[in-house]
C-alpha cells in the first residue's frame, strides 16, 4: 500500500497545473453555507450523477492528488474515503469556478467602461461647470486645487471613473463628473469662459480705463486709487477696505520678480509706504487710478513710479 501511495504521490507531483494554484489561492474564499454543508451538498451531486462509485478517478489528475496532499491522505493523517475526497474535490472546484467567473465579470465590465471613456474622450475635450462654482482637486478627494465658477470651460485630459482630469489656466487637477459636462473646448477657447480669475479680474479692471480721479470715490463717475481696487476685487467676492495699508498689508507679501497680473502694488510718498495701490497687469505694467490721470495703465519703471514703489501683494491664489 505504501508503494501504492509513494506511485500516487509521483503522480501527483508530475501533474501540477495552474488550475491547483488556483485552488490554493482560493482556500481563503468565502462560502455562505457552512463547509458541512457544503460537503453534504457536493457528495448528494455526486452520487445523482452517478460518480460517487468513481470516486478513485478523482485520484488520477493533478486536482485529486493535490487535494490528496493537502488533506494529508497520502502521509496517513487524515482517513478521508476516496468518495469522501471527490466530494472535496467538487467542492473546491466549485469555488474556483465562482471566483473566476467574478473576476471575469469585473474584467468585462472595466473593458466596458474603459472603452466607453476612449470614446467619450474621442467626441470632447472640455469640461463645463454647470454647478454654482466647483473645486478643482489636486487628486480625486484630495486637496483643493483652485475653485471654477458656473459656465467656466476647462480643457479635458482624462476620464477616471466620475472624475474629469482637467487644465484651467496653469493648473491641472480634477473636477467631479456630477458638477460638469463634457463640451468641445474649440468653442469657447479664447472667451471669457476659460479665463482664469487673474484674466478676468484684468478684463473687468480695463472697464475703468477713462474714469476720473475723485477722493473717496467708489464708481465710474469718479473713482480713487483704493476705491478703484477696492471695486475691482468686489466684484468677484473678494471684498477689502477702502484704505491703501489695509489692503496691502492684509495680504501675504510678494516680491517684485514673483509678481502675477491681479497682485496689487503699492507706492509711497516721503514716510508713507502705502501711498498709492494698483494693480499689476503684467510685462512691468499696471493699472490704477492716478490724481492726474485717472484710471490708466503705467509702468513700474515709470521715471516717478519707479523709484516709489514699495511691494506687492497677493490677493488672488
Not at 87 to 100: D, G, Y
Not at 183 to 202: F, Q
Not at 219 to 248: N, R
Request: aromatic share 10%.
Amino acid at each position: 500500500m505504501n508503494q501504492k501511495l509513494a506511485c500516487l504521490f509521483l503522480a501527483a507531483t508530475l501533474g501540477v497545473s495552474s488550475i491547483v494554484i488556483a485552488f490554493a489561492d482560493d482556500n481563503k474564499a468565502t462560502d455562505t453555507a457552512t463547509p458541512d454543508e457544503s460537503y453534504y451538498a457536493a457528495v448528494e451531486e455526486l452520487t445523482v450523477a452517478g460518480l460517487n462509485n468513481n470516486a478513485g478517478a478523482v485520484l488520477t489528475d493533478s486536482k485529486g492528488m493535490n487535494l490528496a496532499i493537502d488533506l494529508g491522505m497520502l502521509d496517513g493523517k487524515n482517513d478521508l474515503s476516496l468518495a469522501e475526497l471527490s466530494a472535496q474535490a467538487l467542492i473546491r472546484e466549485q469555488k474556483v469556478a465562482r471566483v473566476q467567473a467574478k473576476k471575469e465579470a469585473a474584467r468585462i465590465k472595466a473593458e466596458a467602461k474603459a472603452s466607453a471613456e476612449k470614446v467619450l474622450m474621442s467626441q470632447f475635450d472640455g469640461v463645463m461647470i454647470t454647478a454654482d462654482g466647483s473645486e478643482m482637486y489636486a487628486d480625486p478627494n484630495g486637496d483643493t486645487v483652485r475653485s471654477l465658477a458656473d459656465g467656466k470651460v476647462a480643457q479635458l485630459e482624462a476620464i477616471e471613473g466620475n472624475w474629469y482630469k482637467v487644465t484651467f489656466g496653469e493648473k491641472t487637477g480634477y473636477l467631479n463628473a456630477d458638477d460638469c459636462e463634457l463640451v468641445d473646448y474649440s468653442k469657447y477657447e479664447g472667451t471669457s469662459a476659460t479665463n482664469t480669475i487673474r484674466e478676468d479680474v484684468l478684463d473687468y479692471a480695463y472697464t475703468y480705463l477713462g474714469t476720473p480721479y475723485v477722493f473717496g470715490g467708489t464708481s465710474y463717475s469718479g473713482i480713487d486709487c483704493s476705491g478703484f481696487t477696492m471695486q475691482v476685487f468686489a466684484h468677484f467676492g473678494i471684498y477689502m477696505s477702502h484704505g491703501v495699508t489695509e489692503q496691502c498689508t492684509s495680504h501675504p507679501s510678494v516680491s517684485r520678480g514673483d509678481l502675477q497680473p491681479g497682485d496689487l502694488v503699492s507706492f509711497g510718498d516721503g514716510g508713507d509706504a502705502y501711498a498709492h495701490v494698483g494693480i499689476y497687469v503684467g510685462d512691468g505694467n499696471f493699472i490704477h487710478a492716478g490724481c492726474s490721470t485717472g484710471v490708466t495703465v503705467s509702468s513700474l519703471s515709470d521715471s516717478y513710479w519707479g523709484p516709489r514703489y514699495t511691494g506687492g501683494a497677493r490677493v488672488l491664489d
